[in-house]
């Protein structure tokens, strides 16, 4: 057999053909449309976030700020006191400061309140701040403080007001036995019961002129410190009734003159005399001109009264004047005798002492307190005699009607009527709803009708 006819290529079933080759091109397009599908797919869904690569944040630490110790609060300690006897703004303050501020403050002292003026038994405060002098608060007295203060290396000085919360009340009250007895069973400070005494004490004698059943009014104002009662103000308005008769004050100033009180007519309630230079007490003894003396055993003259008080009780002048004698005498014990206008002259003896600054030539005002009662010479108790005399001659000061001051000048009537109408109206208003209460009380039985 030659090659040529041996070379023959067998049709064997493993051979394409056209059918199964066009079958095998639509697979391979579909496989390519879905693929394409599928990306498009991805595509518009966004980026996977389990596909993503991850990075991890980096955190870029700030550095730290240094740690700054927290200081301790300050410890602030006050001292509260009473000046004692004898003390001397050395004593009062010699542990916190040194020689050189107390003599520096002693300098500036003069101008702005001496240091020789500090009194016994009035309240001071000392602050420190860590043990340090910071400030010494003195009461001058109930209208103002004196205050030493230090701010740096300086110490500075000056006179402040007291600042006080202030509150108006209308108190009424009714005689038993005393003014001062009625003021304390309504709970008020004895102060009131002075300050009223020194608003009528013109018109009545609160020793000799007071019956059981008199009434008080008064529109007061009451001072407050740090929350806590710190006395009283101003007496507004105020009325007593004596003996049935009806007195009534209003607190004006007019113009440049000092504070007075005057009654609904603006007639002044101040007398060229006050009814008697204490303000409660009793009478021992009366004037008279025969008297048996109770250590001489002889019968002289007594043209004085005495008043019988505890020692210490503060004894003021009645009138305005001059001291023109002071002294020590075996009878009189310590002494005083004042000068008056118009020939008067008043004496008051048996002093236990005198008050500062008192001596002979010194003027003195209306009420104005001049000794303390007590028991020196030839006394048998604490008491003051005191004797009244015009032109040389004993007067019965009892008996004697004092003219009265200036009523109020024309052109200020208009401006006291506008400000004393509303506080009286008050007074009157009070007065009648209490006289209508007791009339309204109920009665515990039958009225006895004695024939």
Do not use: C
């Given at each position: 057999m030659s090659l040529k006819q041996d070379f023959q290529p067998p049709r064997s079933s493993h051979l394409p053909h056209k059918r199964t080759s066009r079958f095998i091109k639509v697979i391979a397009l579909a496989t390519l449309i879905l693929l394409a599908g599928i990306s498009l797919l991805l595509l518009s869904s966004g980026p996977s976030p389990e596909l993503e690569a991850r990075e991890t944040p980096v955190v870029v630490k700030e550095p730290m700020a240094p740690v700054i110790p927290r200081l301790p609060d300050p410890v602030i300690e006050e001292i509260k006191n009473l000046v004692p006897s004898g003390a001397s703004i050395t004593t009062l303050l010699g542990m916190h400061l040194n020689t050189q501020e107390i003599f520096n403050l002693n300098k500036q002292s003069g101008a702005i309140f001496p240091f020789t003026s500090i009194s016994a038994g009035q309240p001071y405060r000392i602050v420190t701040v860590d043990g340090e002098f910071n400030s010494f608060i003195y009461e001058i007295d109930a209208e103002e403080q004196l205050v030493i203060s230090r701010e740096g290396e300086t110490l500075l000085m000056e006179r402040k007001d007291i600042i006080y919360e202030v509150k108006t009340e209308l108190i009424q009250g009714t005689i038993k036995s005393s003014l001062f007895n009625a003021i304390s069973e309504i709970n008020e400070d004895p102060e009131l019961a002075y300050a009223l005494a020194d608003i009528f004490g013109w018109d009545i004698n609160f020793i000799l002129d007071l019956r059981v059943d008199d009434t008080f009014l008064a529109l007061v104002e009451k001072r407050f410190r740090e929350g806590q009662p710190a006395g009283y103000g101003d007496v507004l308005a105020a009325e007593f009734v004596n003996q049935k008769q009806i007195f009534k004050a209003v607190r004006f100033k007019e113009g440049d003159q000092k504070v007075s009180y005057y009654n609904e007519k603006g007639e002044n309630l101040r007398k060229a005399f006050l009814k008697a230079p204490l303000s409660f007490t009793r009478i021992s003894s009366g004037y008279t001109m025969r008297r048996l003396h109770p250590?001489?055993?002889?019968?002289?003259?007594?043209?004085?009264?005495?008043?019988?008080?505890?020692?210490?009780?503060?004894?003021?002048?009645?009138?305005?004047?001059?001291?023109?004698?002071?002294?020590?005498?075996?009878?009189?014990?310590?002494?005083?005798?004042?000068?008056?206008?118009?020939?008067?002259?008043?004496?008051?003896?048996?002093?236990?002492?005198?008050?500062?600054?008192?001596?002979?030539?010194?003027?003195?005002?209306?009420?104005?307190?001049?000794?303390?009662?007590?028991?020196?010479?030839?006394?048998?108790?604490?008491?003051?005699?005191?004797?009244?005399?015009?032109?040389?001659?004993?007067?019965?000061?009892?008996?004697?009607k004092a003219p009265p001051a200036k009523s109020l000048a024309q052109e200020h009537l208009p401006e006291f009527q506008r400000l004393s109408a509303p506080l009286l109206a008050q007074l009157d208003q009070k007065r009648n709803s209490t006289f209508l209460a007791k009339v309204d009380l109920p009665q515990s039985g039958p009225i006895e009708v004695k024939k």
């Open positions: 250590i001489t055993k002889v019968w002289k003259a007594h043209p004085a009264i005495d008043y019988a008080a505890p020692i210490g009780t503060p004894v003021k002048t009645v009138g305005d004047g001059t001291i023109s004698r002071k002294g020590y005498g075996k009878g009189n014990g310590n002494y005083l005798e004042v000068r008056h206008s118009n020939g008067y002259s008043t004496m008051y003896l048996h002093l236990k002492s005198f008050s500062r600054g008192i001596k002979k030539g010194k003027r003195v005002t209306q009420g104005q307190v001049i000794g303390y009662v007590g028991s020196t010479g030839m006394s048998t108790g604490p008491h003051l005699d005191f004797r009244m005399r015009r032109h040389g001659k004993p007067v019965n000061p009892l008996k004697l």
